[in-house]
């Protein structure tokens, strides 16, 4: 049974730092792509970060980019996002997702191409 754990989320002023954690198991994490997405109330699910199964690929949309930090432990089986100089409209439940990779540097930032999900944690930015 596949499970991703999230962790680290919580409550934090406006220009703080929260760190991401999740937890994989069930699954050969050591070749799987892995990405964060975010979801706000009455919004869609927003690529955040990804990272391929050797750490060598990382990607970025733009309004992250700077602030957050994707890496991930192989011996763990665990990601982390890094989140820094947090902005109100950060806010929002953070998932972690897994899929399986053929290639060692592929990465994806589309939901539609990741297989597994967290159940999420919330990260609240105050101002």
């Known amino acids: 049974q596949v499970q991703l754990i999230e962790s680290g989320g919580g409550l934090v002023q406006a220009g703080g730092s929260l760190r991401l954690s999740c937890a994989a198991s069930g699954l050969a994490f050591r070749t799987c792509a892995m990405g964060w997405f975010r979801q706000a109330p009455g919004k869609e699910r927003e690529f955040v970060a990804a990272?391929?199964?050797?750490?060598?690929?990382?990607y970025y949309p733009d309004s992250i980019k700077g602030r957050f930090s994707i890496s991930r432990d192989n011996a763990e089986n665990t990601v982390y996002l890094q989140m820094a100089s947090l902005k109100p409209d950060d806010t929002a439940v953070y998932y972690c997702a897994a899929q399986r990779a053929y290639d060692r540097d592929n990465f994806y930032y589309k939901p539609n191409d990741y297989e597994y999900w967290g159940q999420g944690t919330q990260v609240t930015v105050s101002s």
């Open positions: 990272i391929s199964w050797s750490g060598n690929s990382i």
